[in-house]
Each structure stands twice: as C-alpha cells, then as structure tokens.
Nanobody
C-alpha cells in the first residue's frame, strides 16, 4: 500500500525558511519521480517542484526558482523541499505526490502540510 506522509510545515515570517519532508512507503521509491504541489483555498493544486528517481534532474515552477530546493534520499525513502526566502504568497497546503505505472498511472497524495508565511 502506497503511503506518503508529509511533515515540517508551520508558521514562518517573511524571509524565513522551512524544510518539508515526505516519508514514502509501499513502492520502489527510487524508481519514480517525486513531486511537491501546493494548494490555496479555492484554487487548483499547482506543481511546485519535481525530482527524478535517481535525483539527477529537478524542475521548479518559476515563482520558486532560486528559493526552493527539492532533494531525495533513496536510502531513507524520503523527499524534501527546502524553502528559503519565503514570501506571503508561498502560503498554502503543500502535498507530496507520486505517479506510479508505465501505461496506466496511479496517482498518490500525502495528507498535506500547512505552510503559513506571515508577520
């Protein structure tokens, strides 16, 4: 059974930093791209960052480039999102995501972790 569990959210002042983590289980972690999404109330869930199974390629939405870093530890089955220089507009619920399968992909989500950037 695939399970994704996020942690590390909280309240931080503008300009501050947070590190989110996602513990994965129930699948061959190193085989699949992992993603972080975020969602604010009333809006769609948006992709923030992704990292390939080997960790050799990463992608970011333009609004977080240079501030956020996605990384993974395949020995520990974890993926992290280091968020620096946080802005109020980064406030959202952050979700860990994986899509598993070659011809038919099954999508899995964690429960989400709230990040609030406010003074």
């Amino acid at each position: 059974q695939v399970r994704l569990v996020e942690s590390g959210g909280g309240l931080v002042q503008p300009g501050g930093s947070l590190r989110l983590s996602c513990a994965a289980s129930g699948f061959t972690f190193s085989s699949w791209t992992m993603r972080w999404y975020r969602q604010v109330p009333g809006k769609e869930r948006d992709l923030v960052a992704s990292i390939t199974g080997a960790g050799d390629r990463t992608n970011y939405v333009d609004s977080v480039k240079g501030r956020f870093t996605i990384s993974r530890d395949n020995a520990k089955n974890t993926v992290s999102l280091q968020m620096n220089s946080l802005k109020a507009e980064d406030t959202a619920v952050y979700y860990c995501n994986v899509e598993i399968g070659l011809f038919q992909r099954d999508t899995y989500w964690g429960q989400g972790t709230q990040v609030t950037v406010s003074s």
